[in-house]
Structures are given as structure tokens and as C-alpha cells.
């Protein structure tokens, strides 16, 4: 099934609004995507908080729609 690339940036950026986001399409599949995300709200979170911060933003889409994220986080 997939998703599409400008639907995770827009989940993402609306969850995240300050985030710097560079998404790639890994296998050109819409199943298989590495994002990085630059954001202010990573500040005094653990990576693992990061990254359920931006899974979380996806909300039922891991797992069902999504295949494989690939997630990087850094502290803007």
C-alpha cells in the first residue's frame, strides 16, 4: 500500500512545526523511507523520546501503511 512522501512531511510538520525534515524514498516503493528530522522540541529528550516523537506523529500509518522508517533526530 505505501504512503506518499508530501503525506509523512505533512504529518510530521504538523506535529513537529519548527522541524527541518529531509525524507528520502529508499526503494522508490512508498513503503521504505529514511527521514531526518532537525527540531527545537528534540531538546532534553532521549533519542528513543525523539523518535516516538516522530512515529508518534505518524499515527496509525507505522506498521499498516509505512513499512520501514528509517528515523534520525537532531537538536536544533
Partial sequence: ???KAED???M???ALPDALIDLKDLAGDNDHYSITVVSSQFH???RV???KMVFDALGDGMG???HALQ???KIK
Wanted: no cysteine; aromatic share 0%.
Fill in 8 to 10: 509523512i512531511h505533512a
Fill in 71 to 73: 528515523v534520525t533526530t
Fill in 12 to 14: 510530521v510538520q504538523a
Fill in 44 to 46: 532534553g529528550k532521549s
Fill in 64 to 66: 499498516t501503511k509505512l
Fill in 1 to 3: 500500500m505505501g504512503m
Fill in 49 to 51: 523520546q525523539q523518535h
